[in-house]
C-alpha cells in the first residue's frame, strides 16, 4: 500500500493529431506535436530517475537491516549454550570458532560439524592440557637444586665422607639427615 502512495500510477493518454482522410488539407503542426511528445519524454524520464533513486536507497536500508554493520564481537548466550552442548567451552576455544566462522563464512551450525575445526579444537585442548601437566613455577635450578641436594645427602649416608659434599651444600646436608634422623626416632 505505501508503495502505491510513492508511485503514482498516472496513465497519460497520447493526444494524437486527428489525421485527415484522404482528399482533406493536413492541418496538423507536426512541429508542435514533436515537442510536446518530447516535453513528456523528459518528464518521463525525470520520474524514473526519482523512482530509481528511491529504490535503491530502500535497497541500501534493505541491505542495512541484513547485515547490521555493529556485528557483535562475541557469541551470544544462545551461542554460548549451543557451543557447550558440543563441549566447546573457555575464550580460547570460542575464538577459534570465531574465527573459523568469519574465514569460512557459514553459520555456527555448519561450522561445529567441520572435522578441520574439530582437528584444531582437539589439538588446542592436547597442548592445553600438556601444559596444565608441567608444573607452573618450577624452573630448573630449583628442582635441580632439590635433587642436588637429594643427591649429595645420599652420598654423604653411603660413604660418610663430608669432605665430598661442595662446600655451599655441607651445611644443608648435615641439617638434612639430622632432620630425617629425628623423624626416624620419633616413628621407630
Known amino acids: ?40 519524454a523528459i518528464r518521463q524520464r525525470e520520474k524514473t530517475k526519482e523512482l530509481k533513486a528511491k529504490l535503491a536507497e530502500k535497497a541500501e536500508v534493505k541491505e542495512a537491516v541484513k547485515t547490521p554493520a555493529d556485528k557483535p564481537t562475541d557469541f551470544d548466550y544462545g551461542q554460548k549454550a549451543f557451543l557447550k552442548s558440543y563441549g566447546i567451552d573457555g575464550a580460547d576455544e570460542r575464538e577459534l570458532v570465531k574465527s573459523f566462522m568469519t574465514r569460512t563464512g557459514e553459520d555456527l551450525d555448519t561450522v561445529i560439524g567441520d572435522d578441520i575445526l574439530q582437528a584444531k579444537l582437539k589439538s588446542l585442548r592436547d597442548a592445553k592440557v ?25 652420598k654423604y649416608q653411603t660413604s660418610g665422607n663430608l669432605g665430598e659434599v661442595p662446600k655451599d651444600l655441607q651445611r644443608e646436608v648435615l641439617n638434612a639427615r639430622l632432620k630425617a634422623e629425628e623423624q626416624t626416632r620419633k616413628f621407630g
Open 130 to 154: 600438556a601444559k596444565e601437566a608441567v608444573p607452573a613455577n618450577t624452573g630448573r635450578s630449583a628442582s635441580a637444586q632439590g635433587n642436588k641436594l637429594d643427591y649429595w645427602l645420599a
Open 1 to 40: 500500500m505505501a508503495q502505491e502512495n510513492d508511485v503514482q500510477d498516472v496513465e497519460e493518454t497520447l493526444d494524437l493529431p486527428v489525421v485527415a482522410d484522404e482528399g482533406e488539407a493536413d492541418a496538423t503542426d507536426w512541429k508542435a506535436e514533436a515537442q510536446k511528445l518530447q516535453q513528456k
